[in-house]
T-cell receptor, first 111, second 114 residues
Framework: GQSLEQPSEVTAVEGAIVQINCTYQ??????LSWYQQHDGGAPTFLSY????GLEETGRFSSFLSRSDSYGYLLLQELQMKDSASYFC????????????FGQGTTLQVKP | DTGVSQDPRHKITKRGQNVTFRCDPI?????LYWYRQTLGQGPEFLTY????????KSRLLSDRFSAERPKGSFSTLEIQRTEQGDSAMYLC????????????FGPGTRLTVT
């Protein structure tokens, strides 16, 4: 089967740093993406890792270890607007870009 | 281009009725995806088009579901003989076949089957 595991909820305070982990077990792997979704909104793309290592984009960074089937999203200098659900998603097919999503992590940022 | 659009945004239907949703992707995107999302879950892949060709369909998808992309632009998703279990948010996304393979999602169509 194919599965992705991530924590269901994370709480942090404004200005803090939070890490959301994702472990995956899929029949194929081409890359790991992260998407953010606010309540009532559409998922929006944050990052994509195809190779091992850290990718940094502003306050957000994403890490991948293919050998460990593991990745994480790191959010720094948390702001209230970062309160949202965060999904990791595996591109397991390569040819199609079809994504297999995790169940999501709800991040609550408190003042 | 204003992004991916979907119509209608909300649909309430009675069990057993047929419904059809439309998705207009970003114009230069040749890849188009349909996903279904229920409360508290991540999007679940339904089907994928490259241009007008439907290249993959989820094995979980009942034969009551059909999708088309006749001219490689907009797409429609039809659900026949709706069931209460079909109640969900139906999301459409489009992308280019290039790094970082970002998928742009539309606002979704929320279906409620009564």
């Amino acid at each position: 089967g194919q599965s992705l595991e991530q924590p269901s909820e994370v709480t942090a305070v404004e200005g803090a740093i939070v890490q959301i982990n994702c472990t995956y077990q899929t029949s194929g792997f081409y890359g790991l993406s992260w998407y953010q979704q606010h309540d009532g909104g559409a998922p929006t793309f944050l990052s994509y890792n195809a190779l091992d290592g850290l990718e940094e984009t502003g306050r957000f960074s994403s890490f991948l270890s293919r050998s460990d089937s593991y990745g994480y999203l790191l959010l720094q200098e948390l702001q209230m607007k970062d309160s949202a659900s965060y999904f990791c998603a595996v591109d397991g097919s390569g040819n199609t870009g079809k994504l297999i999503f995790g169940q999501g992590t709800t991040l609550q940022v408190k003042p | 281009d204003t992004g991916v659009s979907q119509d209608p945004r909300h649909k309430i239907t009675k069990r057993g009725q047929n419904v059809t949703f439309r998705c207009d992707p970003i114009s230069e995107h040749n890849r188009l995806y349909w996903y279904r999302q229920t409360l508290g879950q991540g999007p679940e892949f339904l089907t994928y088009f490259q241009n007008e060709a439907q290249l993959e369909k989820s094995r979980l998808l009942s034969d009551r579901f059909s999708a088309e992309r006749p001219k490689g632009s907009f797409s429609t998703l039809e659900i026949q003989r709706t069931e209460q279990g079909d109640s969900a948010m139906y999301l459409c996304a489009s992308s280019l076949p290039a790094y970082p393979y970002e998928q742009y999602f539309g606002p979704g169509t929320r279906l409620t089957v009564t």
